[in-house]
């Protein structure tokens, strides 16, 4: 069989403070959930947004910067893939499943009072933020006013 890609890009918010344990052979693992938001007109014309909500899974130093700098509504952008674990239920005896982004690469977005800053999974390097769309300076902040978005429609 050829071989497949199995990327992932999300940007998007925390949806609330990541949680983080230690396996029992000292590996810090941190799982969280992120929020991306997209805008679509619906039947009527009018603006809709729909959230989705992304399951992601951090190991060792990137769980480690996780755990140092990410908090509820962090703004974060994402490198990874997608995986699916499955299980049997221990009450019902029924076979469940579970989607999640297991990161590669993460790059804290927004302020420095918003949790983001210049760091990187990658070392204390300063993140491309400006590719990425976020930033703390207005001028480098899209501008959507063109587009009727305001502040009040962003839903976090």
Not at 29 to 53: C, H, I, M, P, Y
Not at 101 to 126: A, D, F, H, Q, W
Request: neutral net charge.
């Amino acid at each position: 069989m050829a071989k497949g890609v199995n990327k992932v890009f999300l940007l998007g918010n925390v949806g609330k403070d990541p949680e983080i344990r230690t396996t029992a052979g000292g590996m810090t693992v941190a799982s969280f959930s992120l929020a991306t938001a997209d805008r679509q007109k619906d039947a009527q014309g009018n603006w809709a947004d729909k959230t989705e909500w992304h399951n992601l899974v951090c190991f060792q130093r990137t769980a480690e910067i996780v755990r140092d700098y990410v908090k509820k509504g962090s703004q974060i952008f994402v490198e990874g893939k997608i995986q699916t674990r499955s299980w049997d239920d221990k009450t019902s005896g029924e076979k469940k499943y579970k989607t999640e982004i297991l990161v590669n690469e993460l790059s804290l977005l927004g302020g420095r009072g918003e949790g983001g800053g210049e760091r990187s999974s990658g070392g204390y390097s300063k993140s491309n933020t400006a590719s990425y769309g976020g930033g703390s300076a207005a001028a480098s902040s899209p501008d959507y006013a063109d587009q009727g978005i305001t502040d009040e429609d962003i839903p976090f």
